[in-house]
């Protein structure tokens, strides 16, 4: 089983690096690009047998005290099969 | 109109970031993580108006020559609406 982490900025955060990213696209002949905000994920192999049910808890604790930052970021976690 | 690259390490490359994460956290008392992976991602908006069919390969060209490193990396684009 897999499951999967994704971390961004708040939307009320400013993201230096991600608006640079997208100046430079622009100034590379990328018109279409209005805006950039880069994030970071987490591809996480599930060991075998853990139940089902105390994964998502246990994923979420995970990223709040771990991978994500709760005062500036926030995450989304999501369980494949 | 919005649109994500998500761009990870090739399965072949050695990940020691993730590796550390992932001994962190069984350490930590989550014995139910065999593995973890890191990558980042990338939330693009489109300026109103682009037509969609040139976006993909407009994308597809962004995330090769400057998002991702080709060489040990892969990427995948996700276009929304």
Do not use: C, W
Not at 8 to 24: H, Y
Not at 51 to 60: D, H, R, Y
């Amino acid at each position: 089983m897999k499951a999967q982490i994704y971390v961004t900025l708040k939307k009320t955060v400013l993201d230096p690096q991600g608006a640079t990213i997208a100046r430079a696209l622009q100034s590379m002949g990328h018109p279409e690009i209005a805006g950039v905000r880069q994030g970071k994920f987490f591809e996480i192999e599930i060991a075998e047998g853990t139940p089902k049910e105390a994964l998502s808890a246990g994923l979420n604790r995970i990223a709040e005290d771990v991978l994500a930052n709760p005062v500036i970021e926030e995450y989304r976690v999501e369980i494949l099969d």
